[in-house]
């Protein structure tokens, strides 16, 4: 049973609009992450936060941008959506801790985005 | 740097036929390795892990893999599928290097079909 929660499920958007795509988690997570996935490829960290107030940039360039002002909640922001946006995007969260054990990924059930 | 090898982007097998997904990873030290299961339509879910201690590991729906740290692999199997196995398995990898390096780094993933 998934205690995070990923909305919109699908969206389809013209270019230029601004998008955000919310990600809410009841577990308590301190860490949160921000996922880009597309067919055959692997999964590309954009976005990740340790915390309340704290965002680092993943591993793959991303023009999204994201917040974290409550513990609970980490919103993706696309302030101008181009066609090349076109993705599924995963939000995920863990635990603080040595981050293996004890501290799988908590995934929600991801954002399928359409820009046309 | 740490990356991920999946060997085969689809694998078929019959109801009741083994199950063996392939997995190598590379990095520069001691690794944390993970198998993740995402059905149609739903986020990633924690199908096993491995961080230290006994090579071989049991996770969900009947599940295991062996981390051969002479191979650099590890991979899954599963001795009778079924036709609820049915799904994209992702291997992903996390440097067990201390400090506060949470990122996984995950392969292309493998989507399993299981024929009746």
């Known amino acids: 049973e998934a205690d995070i929660y990923q909305t919109p499920r699908y969206l389809v958007i013209g270019t230029g609009k601004k998008i955000t795509l919310e990600c809410s988690q009841t577990?308590?997570?301190?860490?949160m992450y921000w996922y880009q996935q597309d067919p055959g490829m692997e999964l590309h960290l954009i976005h990740y936060s340790y915390g309340v107030n704290s965002t680092e940039k993943g591993d793959l360039s991303s023009e999204s941008t994201v917040s974290r002002i409550r513990t609970e909640h980490f919103p993706l922001t696309l302030e101008s959506a181009r066609p090349s946006h076109t993705s599924q995007y995963l939000c995920?969260?863990?635990?603080w801790g040595d981050g293996s054990s004890n501290s799988p990924l908590h995934f929600g059930n991801g954002t399928r985005l359409t820009v046309t | 740097a740490q990356s991920v090898t999946q060997l085969g982007s689809h694998v078929s097998v019959s109801e009741g036929a083994l199950v063996l997904l392939r997995c190598n990873y590379s990095s520069s030290v001691p690794p944390y390795l993970f198998w993740y299961v995402q059905y149609p339509n739903q986020g990633l879910q924690l199908l096993l892990k491995?961080?230290?201690?006994?090579?071989l590991v049991k996770g969900i729906n009947g599940f295991e893999a062996e981390f051969k740290k002479s191979e650099t692999s590890f991979h899954l199997t599963k001795p009778s599928a079924h036709m609820s196995d049915a799904a994209e398995y992702f291997c992903?990898?996390?440097?067990?290097?201390?400090?506060?390096?949470?990122?996984?780094?995950f392969g292309k993933g493998t989507l399993l079909t299981v024929n009746p």
């Open positions: 992903a990898v996390r440097e067990n290097s201390g400090g506060s390096n949470y990122k996984l780094t």
């Open positions: 995920a969260s863990s635990e």
């Open positions: 491995y961080t230290t201690g006994a090579t």
């Open positions: 577990m308590g997570h301190d860490k």
